[in-house]
């Protein structure tokens, strides 16, 4: 197990499908992320593929062994998408599958290609 290195941490797929949004609450979620924090997430998803919900940190070089960290800035999301009236009839579930597609649908708007 020591010669491993984790990349990043294998993303579960859930059975459950992303609710559909509006372009008005991806609007919400881009002003409060902030073009600095669309910026991190745009370079999660170039590196990761998508953006990731556990990044495995590598602590080889300091002879610390690798584990996964989970994205508190995804709880950071899903409790500010708790706040917003057209996010209320959500289930937790709907939280867990949606946030992810709501911040690639934001930086999609800022950094078009």
Known sequence: MADKVFISAPV??????????SDDLVEKVRAWIGRRGLR????????????PLAI????????????VIHLQEGMQI????RRLPE???????????TWQAIVSAAIDKEFPK
Do not use: T
């Open 12 to 21: 579960e797929v859930s059975p459950y499908s992303p609710v559909p949004f």
């Open 87 to 97: 996010c209320a009839e959500w289930s937790y579930e709907n939280f867990s599958d």
């Open 78 to 81: 899903r409790n500010f998408l």
């Open 40 to 51: 991190w997430f745009r370079l999660l998803r170039h590196r990761h593929g998508e953006i």
């Open 56 to 67: 495995g940190l590598n602590y080889q070089r300091k002879g610390m062994p690798a584990h």
